[in-house]
């Protein structure tokens, strides 16, 4: 195991004086205290002992019957996890062998290669567009290799912010079942969304194609952290019955269960708290991502390409070949702003000119002021 670049990175950037938009974090003020502390004394009051209890591996029954019936599947396809970085670990351990092929998208979700890493799997890299994976390159990509698993982020995806069409996914799915390649969706920013259509998720597109839960070559993640707040470390996984019975297994080796309290206080929040936070969270995404992309119109120089995200936390620049971002942000940083750069969420390299942007995080004067600054030094390195 590699140290994470990230987390070396956000040691500099927790300084008070640099604007950071390396970190992938909520907006903290967005949390909804009040709520939590309420839920919290009404899941005491009314279940007292039991809060503060051992409790089954699989998860506390109401709060995986609501997400079972948020996505039409029995309770008993959902396996509660303690955030879905566990879930990810989880599915490494109980399906990847050395040596096993995993496909990911060029770039990729940094921590999810590093949950897979340890099960020591060989990657493919799929090109990947505005529209997501370039679903032509995966057909050639399935003919010539024998793939065990897709690993994708289709909504919002973290880094790129970029979301896969809906005929991209389509297509997707069928070839994946076509050759027997194991899918899974890693989504926990879908309900983010403040501009566009929503598609249907890689596993719902699944279960049509199947007609059964237990059929599904798709599994899907989904997470409580980027809706309500990741401190919380509730999320779940929804799979097929023999999956959700080696994840139960590994969990049990892992961490027997998920907190029990915690998984209360979400099955008290779900109902009214939930939908009042996710449309708050995703107005205020909204309104910052807007302010990014203003303020890169005004302060970067020609020739920076960016993606424009429809929904979620990040988005992604391209800079003209040459430039190192690697190389720039001890510059960037003297600035007092950073970035995560894009090297490392590329399985097998690349991407040595890009970088990752979170707005999520940052108030509106922050934005204007640390845009500002990199763009200054981004006219000075496409210059020098
Ligand atoms: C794509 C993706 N998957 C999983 C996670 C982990 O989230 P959780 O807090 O649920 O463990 C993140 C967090 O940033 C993420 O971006």
């Known amino acids: 195991m590699n140290a994470s670049a990230i987390r070396e990175i956000l040691k500099i950037t927790q300084r008070p004086d640099v604007i950071s938009f390396a970190g992938g974090l909520p907006a903290p003020e967005l949390f909804p ?8 004394n009404a899941v005491l009051d009314r279940a007292g002992a039991a809060a503060l209890q051992y409790s089954t591996t699989e998860g506390h029954p109401p709060l995986r019957e609501w997400i079972g019936a948020q996505a039409g599947i029995p309770a008993s396809n959902v396996q509660i996890v303690t955030g879905s970085q566990q879930g990810l670990d989880l599915l490494g351990k109980v399906l990847l062998d050395e040596g096993d092929t995993v496909l990911v998208e060029a770039p990729t979700y940094l921590g999810a290669l590093q949950s897979f890493q340890p099960y020591l799997p060989r990657y493919v890299q799929l090109p990947t567009d505005d529209g997501g994976i370039d679903v032509d390159a995966l057909e050639e990509v399935l003919k010539r290799e024998r793939a065990k698993l897709l690993y994708a982020v289709p909504n919002f995806q973290n880094p790129t912010g970029r979301t ?9 799915v069928e070839l994946t079942a076509q050759y027997g390649v194991l899918v899974i969706e890693d989504d926990p920013y879908g309900q983010l969304r403040f501009s566009g ?3 249907p998720s890689l596993y719902e597109l699944g279960l049509q194609l199947h007609g059964d839960p237990d059929r599904n070559h798709v599994v899907y993640s989904s997470s409580f952290s980027k809706t309500l707040a990741p ?3 509730d999320a779940w996984v929804q ?17 027997l269960h998920t907190p029990t309290l915690n998984q209360m206080i979400m099955a008290e929040l779900v109902h009214d708290v939930l939908p009042r936070q996710i449309e708050r969270v995703r107005r205020a995404y909204g309104e910052r991502a807007q302010h990014m992309l203003r303020a890169m119109q005004a302060h970067f120089p020609a ?17 003209p070949g040459g430039v190192n971002t690697e190389a720039l942000l001890p510059r960037a940083v003297e600035r007092q702003v950073a970035y995560v750069p894009g ?7 690349g991407g040595e000119n890009t970088m ?14 640390g845009i500002r600054a990199l763009g200054g030094l981004l006219q000075e390195a496409l210059t020098a």
């Open 197 to 199: 259509e929503a598609a």
């Open 164 to 172: 896969l069409s809906a005929e991209r996914r389509q297509r997707l």
């Open 356 to 369: 990752r942007l979170s707005y999520s995080n940052a108030t509106p004067a922050q934005i204007d002021t």
């Open 303 to 319: 020739g920076v390409e960016h993606t424009t995200p429809q929904g979620g936390m990040f988005l992604w620049l391209t800079l």
């Open 231 to 233: 401190g919380l470390r």
């Open 343 to 349: 090297r490392p969420f590329y399985a097998l390299g």
């Open 239 to 255: 799979a097929a019955a023999p999956i959700i019975a080696k994840l139960i297994q590994a969990k049990q080796g892992s961490d």
């Open 33 to 40: 205290i009040e709520e939590v502390r309420a839920a919290t």
